[in-house]
Nanobody
Framework: QVQLVESGGGLVQPGGSLRLSCAAS????????MGWYCQAPGKQRELVAIITSGDSTTYADSVKGRFTISRDNAKNTVYLQMNSLKPEDTAVYYCNADVLERSWRRRDIWGKGTLVTVSS
């Protein structure tokens, strides 16, 4: 059973930075796309950033120039460096991965989320 575990959330002042991490573990053969999504109170979950296995990236317009997604394939880990944080970035951030298991079953896996609060 593959699982994703996020870490790095917390309380930060406006203008500050946080780095989120998400590690995948279990019976993994290969991970294709990995991504971060966020869900603010009363809103739907939305895309923040995606990175492919070839390191191509896509960002939501709201985070371009402030957030950077990266991955370490040897560690099955994806990161989200969040700079110049704004109160509107406050949300639960979820990690997502498109995983091919050793059983050759493909699964779309979600983490349980980590809360980011931007407030003075």
């Amino acid at each position: 059973q593959v699982q994703l575990v996020e870490s790095g959330g917390g309380l930060v002042q406006p203008g500050g930075s946080l780095r989120l991490s998400c590690a995948a573990s279990g019976s993994i053969f290969k991970i294709d796309n990995m991504g971060w999504y966020c869900q603010a109170p009363g809103k739907q979950r939305e895309l923040v950033a995606i990175i492919t296995s070839g390191d191509s990236t896509t960002y939501a317009d709201s985070v371009k120039g402030r957030f950077t997604i990266s991955r370490d394939n040897a560690k099955n880990t994806v990161y989200l460096q969040m700079n110049s944080l704004k109160p509107e970035d406050t949300a639960v951030y979820y990690c997502n991965a498109d995983v091919l298991e050793r059983s050759w079953r493909r699964r779309d896996i979600w983490g349980k989320g980590t809360l980011v609060t931007v407030s003075s």
